[in-house]
């Protein structure tokens, strides 16, 4: 038999229940603070990618779903959905009427990593974007609102990481600082390392290899070189967060693995998890739309990785579909009319009824009504038919009624919504 694809995998009723709480809070939560909804597609043109996120990270080296596709058009698999997003602000113009935009957008992300709890080739992200300001409220308010977010679960065991990244104004002088402890410590890192090092040693302190981390351990801290305009940024972050109440660590080591983040940088970890303990990540991105084609616009962001958002959730919490509250059991084909009738009567009017549609013993039509939970059983036999009265159960007390045929779908409606 054929299976899915490896570090993919298939959400099941049963499980697709706490996906969709998760879904519906963040939704909510994301339009009360002024997000509107963006879908952009799941494939762009490799190029999009490669410039964004940036040649030489993992990501785009080693782990998109690139292709060819039979137009000879290099295609790839989103592995994030900023890029996407950041196209469709500049290609639709959005910043000609009004260059703030704030958006969201929920979906599948590709990435050919190495499966393994926590860690798939198939995620999904619940994605934040807010563009045309520069202000350092916008970045406390997006830490807040993920803090609220999580609160609003009831995911009570998170940390927000927070550090600066600087800008282009600060950057070099870390920059030459961190070449100069690089070069001390060459014959520790690893052969990826080595060769992004020259052109992109931040690369260098994001590398999850183990030897790698340990070698870069005492590396200078780039928040020791903000420049004063960074400095005040990351101080009304700070002081703004205090005020809000959520708490926070100042993550020196924290520097994120996509080129394109500039002062504020965030993750936010669980210890719910083990190792893969990130569950949500982001920060500014200040220079990326005009490295994309569009005007100077800041710009911030952020990603849930909503498998793992479930997988701490599915610790504590179980959400089941709701049962039917009536189950019609019918037998013959005259009931089975009458039955269906009425079930799709019923289902009209809001209220979730199943009925056999085979022809089952009465046995089996009343084991499968208690499995599905169902408050009510309607028993339509071919006695009920002659008699003109159907016999409603309720499966709790067991106590018995009669409901007469005609008019059955009216009284029904009534009584189960009384
Ligand atoms: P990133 O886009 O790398 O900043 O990731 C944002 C969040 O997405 C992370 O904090 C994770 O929670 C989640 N995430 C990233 N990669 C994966 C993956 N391969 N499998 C599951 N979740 C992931």
Redesign the pocket.
Known sequence: MIQLIRGFKDILPGEVELWQHIERTAVDLFTTFGYGEIRVPIMEKTELFARSIGEDTDIVEKEMYTFTDRGGDQLTLRP?ATASIVRAYIQHKKYADDPVHKLFTIGPMF?R?RPQK????Q?Y?LDVEAFGIAAPYIDAQMIHMLHLLFERLGVSQTEAHINSLGCPECRPHFREALLQFLAGVEGRLCSDCLRRKDRNPLRVLDCKVPDCRDAVADAPAIIDYLCTDCQDHFKTVTQSLTRLKVPFFLDKRLV???DYYTRTTF?IQTTLLGA?S?????GRYDGLVEALGGPPTPAIGF???F??LVEVLAQSLTITAPSPVLYIAALGEEAKNVAFDCAIHLGQAGLRVEMEYGDKSLKAQMKRANRLGAAHVLILGESELATGNAVLRNMATKAQSDFPLDGLANALETMLRG
């Open positions: 994030e990435r990593e926590g860690r798939y080739r995620f992200q994120r693995g996509l993750e893969q990130a569950v949500a990540g982001g990603a849930v990785g498998d793992r």
